[in-house]
């Protein structure tokens, strides 16, 4: 007589017990999250308020910056082609004198061709610097538009680099110009004096 028989409906009794078990119905009600999880967030959203309020960038769209100080490199800046700089920086004066230099008629003087641009670079500094009031008069045409003073938005090294640029582009060919005039206008031209005081 085999007696592992007379235990069979206790084995499938319990086999049945276990699995009613493991498809028990989910129950209505709020489980609390845990701590754990809440003060991981909160860590993690303190930790990127930090951050974002310790690297806030430059959101100006009148300035670049491509590339970014390395605080590990040894040894001076080496300092980026007037060229392409200035091009960078124009994207900002385009918006007037357009993408091709020739500014719109009976607003913005062109810069094709201005003696404005490819004279005096002492000149050319003071407008950049000062900007522009009143009537001026560039290739034969008078214009009466108004130019803001970028002198406390760009370096001397970022006004040099788009007189040199603008000096050197749309067909105009003119020396470039060294750092050290837009320097010296601005330490000789006060801020708010008109850009042609003296000159």
């Known amino acids: 007589m085999n007696h592992d028989n007379e235990h069979l409906p206790d084995r499938i009794l319990s086999m049945h ?7 028990e119905e989910p129950r209505d009600g709020v489980s609390p999250t845990p701590v754990s999880f809440l003060l991981m967030c909160f860590v993690l959203t303190a930790w990127g308020g930090y951050y974002i309020a310790d690297n806030p960038g430059n959101w100006s769209g009148t300035e670049y910056n491509p590339k970014p100080a390395n605080l590990t490199a040894a040894g001076p800046a080496v300092k980026e082609d007037p060229m392409v700089l200035g091009k960078q920086i124009f994207n900002v004066c385009a918006q007037c004198h357009q993408s091709t230099g020739a500014g719109v008629a009976g607003t913005y003087p062109p810069l094709v061709g201005s003696e404005y641009v490819t004279g005096d670079p002492s000149r050319f500094s003071a407008i950049l610097l000062n900007g522009l009031k009143g009537p001026i008069t560039v290739n034969g045409v008078v214009y009466s538009g108004e130019m803001p003073a970028w002198r406390d938005l760009y370096s001397d090294e970022e006004l040099a680099a788009v007189m040199t640029y603008a000096r ?14 837009a320097t010296k206008v601005r330490a000789d031209l006060p801020a708010g004096a008109p850009a042609f005081a003296g000159r």
Do not use: F, H, L, T
Not at 17 to 23: A, D, G, T, W
């Open 17 to 23: 017990e276990q699995s009613v078990r493991e498809m």
């Open 168 to 181: 050197n582009s749309w067909g105009n060919k003119a020396p470039p110009v060294p750092e050290a005039i």
